[in-house]
């Protein structure tokens, strides 16, 4: 089985602080976890500006977010190994950080986009993210900045667990 897996966060307000997680998966110690698609997007706002965005690490202490669980997308796999968590503890994901916490961030790549056309990325396999398992750190999809327009945001991070 592919064990294929999304992190949505559909149609939010987005939180107003600047440099928040808007996505975020913290890896257990079972299985190793390949990030295959993450996008941004809003329909609150009707005016062109650029919003930056960045894939980063967090090491304890962890965002505080909206506790999410992975949605499977292959409909007879098992359940994630992840878990819905508002702490960003290993084995859980959530979104739409409220606290963004004091834990190091290490950015692994950053971007920006025109808010009236979205975000998304999609590598080309030798381009994936491979998370092992037991890691001290999660990975997020950032704003960078705060938003200039916070009504109306939806995100998402898709991943395959390995092995």
Request: aromatic share 10%; proline share 6%.
């Amino acid at each position: 089985m592919s064990r294929e897996y999304t992190v949505p966060m559909s149609n939010v307000t987005a939180t107003s602080l600047a440099n928040a997680a808007a996505v975020f998966v913290n890896n257990g110690t079972v299985t190793s976890l390949e990030f295959l698609r993450g996008w941004l997007s809003q329909s609150g706002n009707a005016t062109s500006a650029q919003q930056a965005v960045a894939w980063q690490t967090q090491a304890t202490a962890f965002p505080t977010l909206t506790s999410t669980a992975p949605v499977i997308l292959k409909q007879k796999d098992p359940a994630s190994q992840i878990s819905g968590g508002a702490a960003g503890a290993a084995g859980t994901s959530g979104v739409n950080a409220t606290a963004i916490g004091a834990g190091t961030k290490t950015p692994i790549f950053s971007d920006n986009f025109n808010v009236l056309n979205g975000y998304l990325w999609v590598p080309t396999p030798l381009e994936t993210i491979i998370y092992p398992p037991g890691l001290a750190t999660g990975l997020g999809l950032y704003w960078v900045g705060a938003v200039a327009q916070t009504a109306n945001w939806s995100a998402g991070i898709t991943f395959r667990e390995l092995g």
